[in-house]
Each structure stands twice: as C-alpha cells, then as structure tokens.
C-alpha cells in the first residue's frame, strides 16, 4: 500500500502496511471486492528458535541494520511450544553511543489505529455507536458525512483526502516539529479538498479516518479520548508501558529517534516532535513487552465480542498481493496486525493464528531504504528464516505510516 504523503501517521502504515508516515506518492485504491479470509496455513513451517536459528537470526538482523543505516532495532518472536527471540542491536542514542535495549519506549505510529479502533468496538459492544451509523450523527462538518460510515472509516474506504498529503499542512509541520495541532485544524486540511470517491468504492489509506474515529469516541463516550483508550482499552489489557500522550510527554526509559524528514533533508533528532499531528492516527507510545501482550490482544479479540471481533477481521483486498485490511487492522501473508511509522521511529506488531506466534519489531528511525520501510525489511527478514510459510510483507512506501512530508 502505498503511503499518503509522508507525514501520514502509522496505518498499514499512521503508520506502515499502511505506513504512519507515509512518503509522497498516489494512494493506492482498489474497488471493493469480497472479504478475504484469513490464511491459517495449517502445513506452514514454523521453526523452532533454536541456537542454530537464533545464530541465523542475528546475521540477518545485523545485515539489515547495516544495509538500511539503521541505528537501533528492537525484536522480538515468540512461538509456544517453540521458545524465543530477543535481541536489541545498535545504538539508543547516536550521541552517546548507548547501546539499545529491549526495555525502551518507542513512539509507535500508525500502530495506534489498532487502539482507536479497538476503542470504537468497545463502544460498538457497549451499544453506544453502531459500525453503519453515518459520521454525521457524531461529527458536523464531514464531506459525504451522512454517507460516509464508521465501518468505512476503520477499513480506509471513506473517500476522504488525507490531510498528511495536503502541502500546506507539511509544511507547516515541518517548519516548526514542536507546533500543536487539533483535530479540527488536521480535519481542515482534509476537507479543503474534494472527496476522492463514493464512500465503500475503493481503499485508500488515510489518516483523515483515524482523527474521525478518535472524535466519534470522545462524543459518543462523553470522555476525551486519552481517558476512554485508558480506561477501556489500555487498563484492561495491562498495558502498564503505553500511553497516548497529551502533549510531548515521553516517559523514561526511551530510544532517541532519527528522521531525515526536514525542509532541507537533513537528518535531524525528532525524539521530542510534537506527536498532535497524528493524534488518533499515530500518536502513541509503547515498549516490546506490551506490544507483545497487545499483538495477541488485538488479533484474537480478547476484549471484544466474538461477532464484534468477527467483524474486525473481515478483510478487504488493497491492491497489494498477500495484504487485506480489516477494521484498523490488516493480514500480511497470515500476520495479523499492524504497522507504524512517524519521524524518528517505525515498527511492526503482529501475531500469526496459525502458531499463535507473535512479532514485534521497532527501530529508531524512520528512513527507508530502496522505497521500503525500513521496519518491513527486518520483519520479512525475520519471518522468512522463522515461518517462511508466512511471510511478512508490506507495500513500498506503504499507506501505513503516520508521518509527515512537504
């Protein structure tokens, strides 16, 4: 899938599959066509993380890190019956050398479209919004909004323009990484242009939908969004290490991150960036060991209804060979979940039913490498020698990212 504007906030990228910060390029859209199950691979391989692969692990790990220009990168595998994989290669901090840790908090994208979506399913269980109630009955001003579904929202099949592709909000983010934005302010980036299309026609990735989705939250739960994701989502799910910040808050433990994201290309330190700008769409942080709990959490449905669950996974195709995309989720070869990508850092959290295995992935910045995001290249790397039955695989440039471009 392919990235709207490179500010795009994790999706597949907001960002990655559907990358959160997504580079200039068109949309991908494709019509709608029948829901696509999703591969269980029963024959698959699955190889046990033995000494042997965990040494084959590590050289195709560092060959990554080193080919891409990557500074750090965190990953995690973990299959039952089958052991683990935890490593952390290269440097937390370019200045002073640290080395990475598996134990540090990472900005995570458009990763943070599986949380927002999760929290409009929880409504949905709640009997507080329905999945086909029009945009309009929440939100005033939406283009198409009383067309335009909640459901069409979560699968990226609204229409709307993505604001991270307008060139007057890249440039004004970029100009100034520390400015604040509202959800109004990004909204109106969006609706200063034309609808792409009649509502369910096509997927196209857009982060336009996510900032939608976090609004509908906080008007049908009568919360701001941060408490609603605290207190339906995160608490219940134990994830003690991720936050939805408020400001540009990033707690201790952290990686610092690298982005060539600037006016002038130049490679600049976007550890402390204002993440408003992606807010709903890719504003989160987290760390390995919740990702891991939240990979499973997400792709099984553990805090939702089965038929709310059953729905989430009904996933459409893209464009892209072996990618769908569900509600706020996608499969990739089997791997369910998603990607992130926003200056600084990208990542990959997802969990293959066939094993029950989980992967997690994150890097310290979001430079691509031969137009492919450099998260995709460690995680297809990983898969191809752990479940080459499964391989993970995203789009160049994919429509996953929450990032910004001008």
């Known amino acids: ?12 990228a907001a ?55 990557v500074p750090g990168v965190i990953v995690g595998v973990w299959i039952p019956g089958k052991g683990s994989y935890v490593r952390a ?16 908090r990472m900005r995570i994208g458009s990763e943070t479209k599986t949380f927002t979506v999760t929290a409009i399913l929880r409504l949905v269980d709640e009997g507080k919004v329905g999945l086909d109630d029009p945009v309009s009955k929440y939100v005033e001003g939406v283009p198409n909004g009383d067309r335009i579904t909640l459901r069409q929202l979560a699968d990226m099949r609204s229409g709307l323009y993505p604001y991270t592709d307008d060139p007057d909000f890249g440039k004004a983010f970029l100009s100034d990484p520390d400015r604040r934005f509202t959800p109004q302010q990004l909204l109106d980036y969006a609706f200063k242009h034309p609808v792409g299309f009649e509502p369910g026609q ?44 408020t400001g540009t808050e990033f707690p201790q433990p952290h990686a610092r991150g690298y982005t060539t994201q600037t006016l002038g290309g130049e490679v600049a330190d976007a550890t402390n960036w204002d993440p408003s700008w992606a807010w709903a769409a890719g504003a989160m942080i987290s760390d390995l060991s919740d990702l891991r709990e939240w990979a499973r959490i997400a792709a099984t449905g553990t805090l939702l209804k089965p038929a709310t669950q059953a729905q989430r996974l009904r996933t459409l195709p893209t464009g892209f060979p072996g990618a769908s995309y569900g509600l706020g989720i996608f499969n990739s070869h089997g791997w369910i979940g998603h990607n992130g990508s926003l200056p600084g850092y990208q ?60």
């Open 202 to 245: 096509k997927f196209q990735y857009s982060n336009t939908n996510a900032i939608l989705l976090g609004l509908v939250v906080e008007k049908a739960s009568g919360q701001s969004f941060g408490d609603y994701l605290q207190q339906h989502v995160l608490e219940p799910s134990h994830l003690d290490h991720t936050l939805f910040p």
């Open 1 to 12: 899938m392919r990235r709207h504007g490179r500010i795009a906030a994790a999706a597949l």
């Open 347 to 406: 990542s990959v959290t997802v969990y293959l039913p066939s094993a029950e295995a989980t992967l997690v992935i994150l890097t310290n910045t979001d430079t691509s490498y031969e137009n492919n995001e450099n998260s995709t290249l460690f995680a297809k790397a990983v898969t191809g020698i752990v479940t080459p039955g499964n391989v993970y695989d995203v789009p160049p440039t994919s429509a996953s990212s929450a990032s910004p471009s001008p």
């Open 89 to 104: 290669f290269g440097v937390a901090d370019k200045s002073s050398g640290a080395p990475m840790s598996d134990g540090l």
């Open 15 to 69: 960002g990655a599959l559907l990358t959160s910060a997504a580079c200039s390029g068109t949309p991908t859209s494709v019509p709608r066509a029948a829901a696509v199950a999703t591969p269980e691979s029963p024959g698959a391989t699955v190889r046990a993380l033995t000494p042997a692969v965990a040494e084959q692990l590590d050289k195709a790990v560092t060959q990554t890190l080193h080919q891409a220009g």
